[in-house]
């Protein structure tokens, strides 16, 4: 049988897939997508569209409860809330993905693709059929991550909630007990709190949630969670499940000697890189994590160049804005470099993945960062400065209701007076943070920064206080 013979062949057609197909069309190349589940990709069915329709609602309601003069209703209607977000997966179905993709137009190969040697990728579809697709310039691997499961005894046998399970739910559980404290941990267990999960406890490893950010960002999660009636335990391994009965309660021991027992457990316990099974062995590739890449999303282990890994798979920042990012400039790179065109532009390296990559945890409230926290900077050695500045007084937040609360931090590099990162934390704060990833990636000088004045009275007067807390 002939092979199928393309310009690029990508592996995965999640958000991030998709978007190098679009790319190196764009850039007048051919493309065969190859996806063995749903085109849309963990971030459409079980990732960013379901966790935010299920947490919607109740940053809604804490938004009518800090309003004198408004109430609710009643309590937010679970049935209604699970409704709207099956709609906003569309029920699952990917047609209208497929759709796109045809549209680009792209080649839609369904199936799982694995590396069959360079530059050759062979599809195994349900029926048993086996087709190889053959790339003039390149394979691009945009498998994406499964969750990761700890190794507690007794805990892959209790079946384990993951993102996929949460994100789907159909009968909210009364008892959730919640192992992890990163994003998913935080965000699921305060959409399923708010839809009926009266008892959850999170069981945190560590001493902080959201460990990888500023410190007083976890801390103003974890007061808003215990206020709101979730059990937040920290330094609490588990260290041994229990589910006797398929289905029924399970148990969870600590090391402190606690049993917790609930109706589910929910694991948001970071990432596996989609690397199994996908061939790379079969072109001298040997990983158990990441795949490596350079700027230009190029993989270092293959010296022909040809392969490249964007998204979630090569763990430079497992976001999907971020991996889209990554897929532009991957799918530029590719069509430069096809076209035998310079390839080293300023748009042509994916310089946001060190220096800022945003990330908005949608929790109430919510957690908006971009670049460097303060001691990721220092421990890059730069010479550092901080200022600091409560949300809730500025005039923008006080006539957002009682309570409208938050902090907010910038990182400056004292050197060069540029901002390093930031981070807000209150509610409402995912769209202010795009002023600071525009000060950390273009480098805005603070005294030009000084020059662009917030408007009152909003929220965003914070960098006015932020500013002159510096000293301008
Ligand atoms: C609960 C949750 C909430 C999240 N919320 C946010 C958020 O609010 N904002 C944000 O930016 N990020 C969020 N993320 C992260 C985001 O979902 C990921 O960063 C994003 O999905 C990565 O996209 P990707 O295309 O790299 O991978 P994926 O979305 O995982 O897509 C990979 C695709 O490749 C397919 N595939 C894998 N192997 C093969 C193979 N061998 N052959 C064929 N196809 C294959 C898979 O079936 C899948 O469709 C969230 C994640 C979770 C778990
Ligand atoms: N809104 C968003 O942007 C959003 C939302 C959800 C997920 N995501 C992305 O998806 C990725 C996965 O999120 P995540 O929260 O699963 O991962 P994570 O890596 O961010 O956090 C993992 C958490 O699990 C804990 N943990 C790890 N192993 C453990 C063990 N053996 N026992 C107990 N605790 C353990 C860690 O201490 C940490 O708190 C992240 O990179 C995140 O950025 C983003």
């Not at 947490?55 to 937010?76: H, N, S, T, Y």
């Not at 080649?107 to 530059?119: C, M, Q």
């Not at 700890?150 to 949460?166: C, F, I, K, R, Y």
């Not at 999303?297 to 293959?302: D, G, K, N, P, Y």
């Amino acid at each position: 049988m002939e092979d199928d013979v393309f310009d690029v062949v990508v592996i995965g057609a999640g958000p991030v897939g998709m978007t190098v197909a679009a790319r190196v069309v764009r850039g007048g190349l051919s493309a065969a997508v190859v996806e063995d589940r749903l085109a849309g990709g963990e971030c459409e069915y079980y990732g960013c569209i379901p966790s935010k329709a299920l947490l919607w609602p109740m940053e809604l309601a804490a938004e009518v409860g800090r309003m004198p003069g408004l109430q609710l209703r009643g309590p937010i209607d679970a049935a209604a809330v699970l409704a709207r977000r099956d709609e906003t997966v569309s029920h699952r179905n990917d047609d209208h993905e497929v759709q796109a993709i045809e549209k680009l137009p792209a080649t839609f190969v369904r199936g799982h693709g694995r590396l069959a040697g360079p530059r050759r990728v062979e599809v195994a579809s349900s029926d048993g059929g086996v087709g190889t697709l053959r790339a003039r310039h390149a394979v691009v691997v945009a498998t994406g991550s499964t969750p990761a499961v700890p190794d507690v005894p007794g805990l892959a046998a209790a079946h384990p909630w993951t993102n996929q399970e949460a994100t789907s739910v159909q009968r909210v559980p009364q008892r959730l007990a919640v192992i992890g404290a990163g994003p998913v941990a935080c965000e699921m267990s305060q959409a399923l709190h708010s839809l009926g999960a009266r008892e959850t406890t999170m069981l945190v490893r560590g001493e902080r949630l959201l460990a990888a950010m500023e410190p007083f960002a976890g801390d103003l999660v974890a007061r808003s969670f215990r206020e709101s009636g979730i059990d937040v335990r920290f330094g609490r391994s588990v260290t041994r499940v229990e589910r006797p009965v398929p289905g029924g309660p399970v148990t969870l021991h600590t090391g402190r000697g606690e049993q917790i027992v609930a109706d589910e457990i929910l694991v948001g316990a970071g990432r596996r890189p989609g690397v199994d099974d996908i061939g790379l062995d079969t072109v001298g590739v040997r990983v158990d994590g990441p795949i490596q890449v350079d700027g230009s999303l190029r993989a270092t282990a293959v010296a022909e160049g040809w392969l490249y890994a964007v998204g979630d798979v090569n763990g430079r920042n497992l976001l999907t804005h971020m991996g889209k990012y990554q897929a532009r400039v991957c799918g530029d790179v590719i069509a430069a470099r096809a076209a035998g065109a310079r390839d080293d532009g300023p748009a042509l390296r994916a310089t946001a993945d060190d220096r800022g990559a945003p990330q908005v945890v949608f929790t109430e409230p919510q957690v908006s960062m971009v670049g460097r926290t303060e001691s990721r900077a220092r421990a890059d050695g730069f010479t550092v400065r901080t200022v600091e500045y409560d949300v809730g007084d500025v005039a923008g937040a006080m006539v957002r209701g009682v309570g409208f609360s938050g902090r907010a931090k910038l990182v400056v590099d004292a050197d060069r007076r540029v901002v390093l990162g930031g981070t807000f934390v209150a509610p409402d704060t995912a769209d202010m943070l795009h002023s600071v990833t525009i000060a950390v990636n273009a480098e805005v000088p603070l005294d030009q920064l000084w020059h662009a004045v917030p408007p009152f009275p909003t929220v965003s007067e914070i960098w006015l206080r932020l500013l002159e807390q510096y000293g301008l």
